[in-house]
């Protein structure tokens, strides 16, 4: 008997239709939002292969970027030829701990002939930018508004929502000045790829503000992952904004920035949601590192042999990382992520969870213990300090304070168990 001629899934549907007629930026309707959108469900079922996506796991904490470009790390088709962006010059903007890797990656990835654009508040990090990539790949702009005048895509890593607000005031003017200065028909919008963890209701504002020039897109796209990661390119990077304009850059993203995208749709909110609790996740691991640990050190195990046990048990990148550098007390928040940072955004969630009446209990214990280490290390005299800012891990030694241990002494941590 014959068979009946198979339909096209929606899905396959969609997929011809990105890749046949793919929108244009310039006529693309903008997404709907509201101050306090629906985060259920943040991610869509795993039915849909195009926007639940499975990486292989490495059999180390961050592999060579050689695993970058794995099958499915990119949930959209690839933007039509030519692209508007295919060749277009690229900007940075923030070279912080995370900030640094990704541009240095990004610049010897680009073509050749393509210079990445780079601002950072101390200029010094830009020179040590310019000496790791080369003169040949990398440009220092004088100002953020240089890089908008050179730039037709923008990626930003920021410290604080202040700094983005203010960051983002100046960006969107020096375009509306650009824009003025161009005659005839713009062939070229600018995309604006926000990678800084904020509250969602600023990411919201910015994707208003940008909405009031029709040749620019803002896109929400924090990350997930240490310096170690950005280094390696191993990033997850959560992206929502304009369907085309995240097809524009998701091929330069990923593998130059990280090995993974996951696709949280239009709303730039729901992009700024998931990863304030992706990092309540990451808050909730190290507190729980920080009990597990000090409870085998009070009952005489030793924090070398409860850690072999954490290797063995729970061989993910943030138990293994942040096991050893609270075994080791190695709290150097320059190499890694700063208390400043945690607290800041231990405040977010803590507003987010107020918001949506969700309790997260586990990260107000993290947030208590981070005061509680922050106290401890400015009372220190200038002799005893050994780093400059503390890195969030250091959240254990309010947790060894409350158990009458010494706060800081790796070798108090380390002992076994004594045989009888």
Known sequence: MAQPASTPTDQQ???????????????????SFTTQPHLRPLTRTDSNPATSITAPTPTTPF??????????????????????????????????NMGFEMALNLARSLPAGNHLTVWNR????CELLVAAAGEDRVRVAHSVQEVVQRCYVVITSLGTDQVVE?????????HDAKDHQVTGARTRTTIFIDTSTIYPTLAAKLDSHCEQNPHRHFLMCPIFGPPAAAKSAQLVLVLAGAHAAKKEVAYALVPAIGR???DVGENVERAASFKLIGNGMILGTIEMLSEAMTMAEKSGLGGELFYSFIKDMFPAPSFVGYGAKILHDDFDGSKGFAIEGGLKDAGHIRRLVEEKNCPMPMVDIAHQHMLTARAYAAKLKEGEKRWKELDWSAMVIGQRLASGLEPLDPKAHTGPVLEE
């Open 260 to 262: 993974k995208i996951i």
């Open 122 to 125: 101390t200029r010094a990090k």
């Open 63 to 96: 592999p060579d970027r050689s695993m970058s470009s794995t099958p499915g790390a990119i949930p959209y088709s690839r933007p039509h030829t030519p692209s508007p962006h295919g060749n277009a010059q690229y900007g940075f903007i923030g070279l912080g």
């Open 166 to 174: 203010e960051t983002y005031e100046k960006l969107y003017k020096a």
């Open 13 to 31: 549907q969609q997929q011809l239709t990105d890749t046949e007629h793919p929108p244009s930026l310039s006529t693309l309707r903008r997404p």
